[in-house]
């Protein structure tokens, strides 16, 4: 199946130890090349990359020459805390080639999951996409402990491409695909090219396999599939084995598509709208709410009173001077930051709060007004 690279604005990549650390020979650095020109084509093609990439502990463990049995848990701390030096290096060496600046990025499981700490983690990767960079993202394993740790990248993966709100997130796996058994093993086993839906028969068909050195078999890349097509971001899974993997895949090589429903702006819109409790409200003019519904974010100047209490990243309702509920979103600021640009021209906000601009209040992208609201109750039925 042929799918266009241009099709995605926003793609992230997983890569796996296994494809990148050979137990002997270390770094397979002609085929991390290859994956560097492949993510070269796709910049040209218009899209945007950020790469996931394990390989820290493994290549830590090559370069302490720990011995090939489970490590515990200190152990692979400090295999990581040194591997993921030399694996950043060669990803800003491959990069090079291309001119592109790599940009590490290191998470634990709380910058995903805590709102304040998810937003400061977002906004440092957008950036880095602006500034053109390829973020390469992966655990912090020296600090992450086995309470708060992903344990696997497809899964920490999967929530950086919600959070980034990417329409494609690619696992290149040692395998091709997702199928139905063991290929090789069971009887009649097929690979599915398409998956629009990840039912409990699908999920029974996920075998736990995985070499020694990646963790991740076809039950972890299923649970990333579920994160991935909730927040409107399509999976795909592939092999990784061969140089260029990516022109591989999208010259139609064989692989499992699984398609997200929606994108990942109405995805985000429809979790907007399902908050019910809303810690405060914006009151509007007529001036902004016409500016609404003619599909434009909130500015502050269109604001006449800021209610209640929220923080950055809340979901506040939206009111109308007679008091109607509007509709609802994301705020871009805090109570009191809010509170101080009412009524106010966004030019002067830099002025007012003494930092850079966050743009408007509520992006039009995070912001739901109560007639699509039903439009969208209406098309789930
Ligand atoms: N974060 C780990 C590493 O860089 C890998 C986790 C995984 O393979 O999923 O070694």
Not at 237 to 257: M, Q, R, V
Request: aromatic share 4%; glycine share 10%.
């Amino acid at each position: 199946m042929v799918v266009a690279a241009s099709s995605f604005k926003r793609i992230v990549i997983k890569i796996g130890s296994a494809l990148l650390v050979d137990r002997e020979a270390g770094l397979k650095r002609n085929w991390l090349n290859s994956l560097c020109a492949d993510v070269n084509m796709l910049r040209e093609a218009g899209c945007e990359v950020l790469l996931v990439s394990s390989g820290a502990i493994a290549l830590g463990r090559k370069q302490f020459e720990l011995p090939l049995r489970v490590l515990k848990l200190e152990e692979s701390q400090a295999a990581a805390a040194t591997g993921q030096i030399l694996l950043a290096r060669a990803y800003s060496e491959a990069l090079g080639e291309y001119d592109y600046q790599a940009g590490q990025v290191l998470l634990t499981l709380g910058d995903t999951e805590e709102r304040r700490r998810y937003i400061n983690a977002r906004e440092t990767i957008s950036t880095l996409l602006k500034l053109g960079a390829v973020p390469i993202i992966n655990e912090n394993d020296t600090v992450a402990t086995s309470e708060i740790r992903y344990g696997d990248n497809d899964r920490l993966a999967a929530r950086v491409a919600t959070m980034v709100s990417a329409d494609l997130l690619v696992l290149l796996s040692d395998i091709d695909g997702f199928y139905s058994g063991i290929p090789g093993k069971d009887a009649d086993t097929r690979r599915f090219d398409r998956i629009t839906e990840i039912t409990p028969e699908i999920e029974a068909m996920a075998g736990d396999a995985g070499t020694e050195l990646s963790k991740g078999g076809m039950v972890t890349k299923l649970e990333a599939g579920k994160i991935a097509m909730a927040g409107g971001t399509s999976m795909v899974i592939a092999s990784g084995k061969e140089l260029h993997p990516l022109k591989l895949l999208f010259n139609g090589g064989n692989a499992t598509w699984f398609d997200a429903k929606e994108t990942p702006v109405t995805a985000r819109k429809k979790w907007i709208a399902g908050q019910i409790e809303l810690g405060g409200s914006i009151v509007i003019d007529k001036g902004a709410a016409r500016a609404l519904i003619g599909g434009k974010s909130l500015l502050p100047a269109g604001v006449t009173e800021v209610k209640g209490e929220f923080s950055r990243g809340d979901v506040v309702a939206i009111v109308s001077v007679e008091g109607e509920e509007l509709g609802c979103g994301l705020v871009s600021y805090g109570v009191r930051d809010a509170s101080q640009i009412a009524g106010c021209q966004s030019d002067e906000i830099e002025t007012i709060l003494g930092m850079t601009s966050r743009g408007a209040l509520i992006h039009r992208d995070n912001l739901v007004l109560r007639t699509q609201a039903t439009k969208m109750e209406k098309s789930d039925a």
